[in-house]
């Protein structure tokens, strides 16, 4: 803290100030004293946890870009179900209010959130914590890794690409950006051309997290486990500049929005794995992944013959570079996997302990 400074106000004390603040604006008055109480709450969770080190620092809200609110203590007769596709919630000032009932509602949810997007879309989301799903006991182990043009590349070979907007869509994006430059400030035009491209972006989003929920699971499904670069110590051989030895191509393509997609989707991926497949995600020092001969072994920095080939000048070896990045990560990944069972835990630095899950016999 910085000296001549007060510390900030508590939860305690910040209830307390709300109680003032809301005997003087009747605009405060007007909102729900569960739903401002818990946002208190959920800011000093989110201190908490900033000050722990496992969170970032909480950021502000912005109108229009992160409207929601939570609400907790939810009893079972808050929730009823009207009909196949339709439920209803009771929510505090605002009554029963209907939402489309796309998946079961789990028993015994404690708590719920509403959003809305910037697209201007409701939502409601009961909260849950999902089974991890079960490992297939092969003993596959798969390698994944982002690529530079691809989203992830697997060790099987396979290339998975987020799905972006299409060219006429995105074609419609650049119109409408600059119709918005054009536009004067606060008139009715430039709120219209807003809404256009917040619903453009949104139909990108959902594609996104689409992509990165069914990709992970079919990951879960089929591998007992999965090896990813460890982020933290990830090197920027595999950035869209490329290396000294190997420069990108079409750097300024991907330089934009295009590798902004592919980085969200490989994040969220990778994030949700976790979650799906616990302790079955090994995370591997990166270092010479992208520059090691799969087949032979090999060290060779000239062996990228460019982003997308490596050519072993010692073996003969020649694919895709993404592909042989993962299979030295999924090697990496068994090794560590199966020294977690045997003993020998000197592989290197690991988050997680790896669980080598048996096949069945
Ligand atoms: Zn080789």
Redo the contacts with the bound molecule.
């Keep these: 803290m910085e000296p001549g400074r007060k510390s900030s106000p508590g939860f305690a004390e910040q209830c307390r100030q709300l109680t003032e603040a809301r005997a003087e604006f009747a605009w405060l008055r007007a909102g729900s004293v569960v739903v401002q109480q818990q946002s208190l709450r959920d800011f000093a969770q989110a201190m908490a946890n900033f000050v722990a080190g496992t969170h970032g620092r909480p950021g502000f809200r912005k109108r229009g870009k992160h409207e929601g609110f939570r609400i907790i203590a939810v009893k079972a007769t808050d929730i009823r179900r009207l009909s196949r596709n339709v439920g209803e919630v009771r929510i505090p000032k605002a009554g029963w209010i209907r939402f489309r009932w796309s998946r079961p509602v789990p028993d015994g949810v404690k708590s719920f959130r509403v959003t809305r997007d910037r697209a201007g879309r409701w939502f409601i989301a009961f909260a849950a914590i999902p089974q991890p799903i079960a490992a297939p006991r092969t003993g596959e182990v798969a390698g994944v890794d982002r690529g530079v043009t691809v989203s992830a590349a697997l060790s099987t070979g396979e290339l998975l690409i987020v799905p972006a907007l299409r060219d006429s869509e995105k074609a419609r994006l650049l119109r409408l950006v600059r119709k918005l430059a054009r536009a004067m400030r606060r008139s009715k035009r430039r709120c219209a051309v807003k809404a256009a491209i917040a619903r453009l972006k949104a139909r990108e989003t959902d594609r996104r997290k689409d992509w990165v929920e069914k990709t992970s699971t079919q990951l879960a499904q089929r591998f007992d486990v999965i090896g990813v670069e460890n982020l933290k110590i990830r090197n920027m051989t595999r950035s869209a500049r490329g290396t000294k030895d190997a420069p990108g191509k079409n750097v300024r393509q991907k330089a934009g929005l295009n590798r902004a997609v592919l980085a969200a989707g490989w994040g969220g991926l990778v994030t949700l794995l976790e979650h799906k497949a616990p302790g079955r995600v090994v995370k591997v020092d990166p270092a010479f992944t992208s520059r090691r001969?799969?087949?032979?072994?090999?060290v060779?920095r000239r062996?990228r013959e460019s982003q997308a080939v490596f050519r072993?000048?010692?073996?003969?070896?020649t694919g895709n570079a993404d592909v042989n990045a993962t299979r030295n990560i999924r090697d990496i990944a068994a090794g560590h996997a199966v020294n977690a069972r045997g003993g020998d835990r000197d592989a290197g630095p690991v988050n997680r302990e790896p669980r080598l899950v048996p096949p069945l016999a």
């Design positions: 001969c799969s087949a032979c072994g090999i060779d062996a072993c000048r010692s073996c003969g070896f």
